[in-house]
């Protein structure tokens, strides 16, 4: 068997999306901004995609810019809203604890530039930003609320649209990282008072490198790289246009296919989750109804999700303990500890993120493996030892 179970770090292309991008590795390769006849063919293409993309959002066609992807555009969005707070004196930022890094760093950065920023918690286990935290929080020199969509990690999906009235009553800018919700749940940028947002292309199976970032129209966005007018002059450099076109064609496929994708996956999700909860000491993390369709994450007392992962992959399963960015390093995932897991719990993690394909047999032979697997390791484990013995006190 081979299974992937990693949606969450990258998808696989779709065959639509690698047959829209080759007449632009090919064909149609004059740069967009040439004013003779193929760069105005590159040109008109380079559009057609801006419109396609922005009505899927609700947006405008100005209202997109394309980046190298979902970091860029969280980079970008969190600059371009200091930078306009900064001018009318407002330096306080919003956020969360649950961010990605794309976020966080970014914050970190602007804290040095004199930027005060408030992390807001979220509920234990679940995940969620209460709406009424953030109505809280904001304050008359709040410049920013930045509230991701939907955790890459736990898959908790956050009450945008609330969050997004709130900041437009408090005339307070309001981002939201959407990269884990593209394609899985319907975005409306006005519906959700959204003025910014970040998309990447990788994650409903389009091209790597490649992103969006959605700014309501008059906001004039800060631009991270210099050079040509690309891009209405806010993204320097000749516009990867394959992957543009790539980008594009996986979106519609991916929103087309959301209510399918949806009815197919949740059964599949809810089956893994009780499959998995019958493994004694575990626990699921993340909210269990306010959840991406294909995402599952779990708690094993007594083992290492190194180890749990490593084991997987001998079975030909392909998972993932916290986020991917954050593999390989030792620290505990920042999601797992803000939601309240300790140290220990927050180790023995493993994130499964189903695809579109999965199948109910695979389910099951993930749910009959992570048993084994978790057996097999807790057999060697001292810690489960030293549980089991009534020496350490339990947590799950
Ligand atoms: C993957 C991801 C990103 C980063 O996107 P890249 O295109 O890989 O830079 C940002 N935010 C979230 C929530 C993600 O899942």
Request: aromatic share 4%; net charge negative; charged share 25%.
């Amino acid at each position: 068997m081979h299974i992937y179970a990693d949606n969450a770090a990258t998808t696989a292309m779709s065959r639509k999306a690698i047959e829209a991008m080759l007449p632009y590795m090919d064909r149609v390769y004059a740069n967009p901004s040439s004013l003779h006849s193929a760069g105005q063919e590159a040109k008109s293409a380079l559009e057609d995609a801006r419109r396609r993309i922005a009505a899927l959002l609700g947006a405008r066609p100005e209202e997109i810019t394309f980046t190298s992807g979902g970091s860029e555009s969280d980079n970008q969005a969190l600059i371009t809203a200091a930078e306009i707070g900064e001018k009318k004196g407002r330096l306080h930022l919003i956020s969360t604890s649950i961010e990605h890094h794309a976020v966080l760093h970014t914050l970190e950065k602007l804290k040095k530039r004199g930027f005060e920023v408030t992390l807001l918690p979220v509920e234990p286990v679940t995940g969620l930003v209460s709406p009424a935290s953030v109505a809280s929080a904001i304050r008359p020199d709040t410049a920013l609320v930045s509230v991701m969509y939907a955790n890459n990690e736990i898959g908790t999906v956050e009450p945008i649209a609330e969050i997004g009235r709130i900041c437009r009553e408090k005339g307070v800018l309001f981002h939201t990282d959407a990269v884990q919700a593209a394609g899985h749940l319907p975005i409306d940028v006005n519906r959700d008072c959204i003025d910014l947002l970040s998309l990447s292309a990788h994650k409903f199976h389009g091209p790597k490198g490649i992103g969006v970032l959605y700014a309501r129209k008059g906001l004039r966005l800060s631009t991270l790289i210099e050079g040509g007018a690309q891009e209405r002059g806010k993204r320097a450099g000749t516009e990867n246009l394959a992957s543009v076109m790539g980008m594009a064609k996986a979106l519609e496929e991916a929103c087309e296919n959301m209510e399918a994708g949806a009815a197919r996956l949740i059964p599949l999700r809810d089956r893994l989750i009780q499959g998995l909860s019958a493994i004694p000491h575990s626990a699921l993390n993340g909210d269990r109804l306010h959840r991406l369709p294909g995402n599952v994450n779990f708690c094993f007392e007594g083992i290492e999700g190194e180890s749990l992962l490593l084991l997987l992959d001998d079975k030909g399963i392909a998972a993932s303990s916290g986020s991917a960015c954050t593999s390989g390093s030792l620290d505990p995932s920042h999601v797992l500890l803000a939601i309240g897991r300790v140290h220990d719990v927050a180790h023995g993690s493993l994130r499964l993120t189903l695809g579109e394909d999965a199948t109910e047999e695979e389910v099951d032979y993930i749910i009959r493996s992570v048993g084994e697997v978790v057996g097999q390791l807790r057999g060697m484990s001292p810690v489960w030892r030293e549980l089991c013995a009534g020496e350490r006190r339990f947590i799950l």
